[in-house]
């Protein structure tokens, strides 16, 4: 399968926050998603990154404080949908979104894909549906964001079985489409639910590793984010360990390419 690597618009934040010993510096931060060509589901995206309607969605209070907090710069041709379309594929491709969790970094371009189904752990989904106002924003939720239809066109993933050995140390994942060319497991702890997604790509294993780590130095270095940073996690304990197998996962499978979400140094193309 092949895998395209993207990123849909930025935000800032301080480096010292995304892994302990970094400067106290301001430094920009990605906001990744990928394309994936299957052979027969044809495309299909892990995530969508930033879209401008953020800053509509954050106009208002409590929203602003979202924005306030993290300020996000994304413009019109940097959306989702517009750069596959410059790779040639048209929005109404798009006939499956895997989302990660639901933090409005990862849904931003959502209402872009009109005839995609959702993909995402039951567990995600649960802690912000129906969420508003402040509940919202606590858990980095903006409703807005969602299509009316999202429920309709949803489909939890269901049915995790045990993982080939190749991709210890995860040894449990869902088969997400059947044909075990992609595995999503579990991540929770940045957010309930979180998945990553390991993706057997043409030029070998892919681990779309969402938002269990802000880099790969993070990951190779072993420097978790700073406390500061962990009160906003829905779990700061299974953040450990989810990042701690993500990072075991790097350093098992040296050739396989890494790529948490929102890290500076990950090979993004620019269509
Ligand atoms: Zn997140």
């Known amino acids: 399968m092949n895998v395209t690597w993207l990123a849909a618009g930025y935000c800032l934040n301080i480096e ?18 990928a394309l994936l060509r299957h052979p027969e589901r044809g495309a299909v995206l892990f995530d969508t990154g930033y ?3 953020f800053h509509e969605a954050t106009a208002r209070w409590p929203y602003k404080a979202y924005a306030l907090l993290t300020p996000v710069r994304v413009r019109e041709h940097e959306s989702a949908a517009a750069q596959i379309a410059r790779l040639g ?16 970094d990862h849904l931003g371009g959502l209402k872009d894909f009109p005839r995609a189904t959702f993909r995402f752990h039951p567990d995600a989904y649960e802690t912000v549906r129906g969420k508003s106002g ?14 009316d239809d999202f429920e309709a066109r949803s489909e939890a993933l269901t049915g995790e079985t045990d993982l080939p050995s190749a991709f210890a140390p995860f040894t449990r994942g869902f088969d997400v489409f059947g044909d075990e060319s992609a595995w999503a497991v579990n991540v929770p702890g940045h957010a309930a639910g979180q998945i990553a997604l390991i993706v057997r790509g043409d030029r070998g294993s892919v ?21 500061l940073a962990e009160r906003l996690f829905a779990d700061p304990a299974e953040e450990k360990r989810s990042f701690a197998r993500v990072s075991d996962f790097m350093a098992r499978h040296p050739d396989a390419l890494v790529l948490p979400s929102h890290c500076p140094e990950a090979p993004t193309v620019r269509p």
């Open 16 to 33: 010292a926050l995304t892994r302990r010993g970094a400067p106290w510096r301001v430094a920009r931060y990605p906001a990744g998603f």
């Open 134 to 147: 402040m509940e919202a924003v606590r858990r980095g939720f903006l409703p807005d964001l969602l299509p």
């Open 207 to 227: 681990l779309l590793a969402a938002d269990s780590a802000w880099s790969t130095r993070a990951l190779r270095d072993k420097a978790g984010p700073h406390k």
């Open 89 to 104: 594929v048209a929005p109404t491709d798009v006939r499956e979104v895997i989302v990660s969790h639901f933090h409005a």
């Open 51 to 53: 879209h401008p309607r």
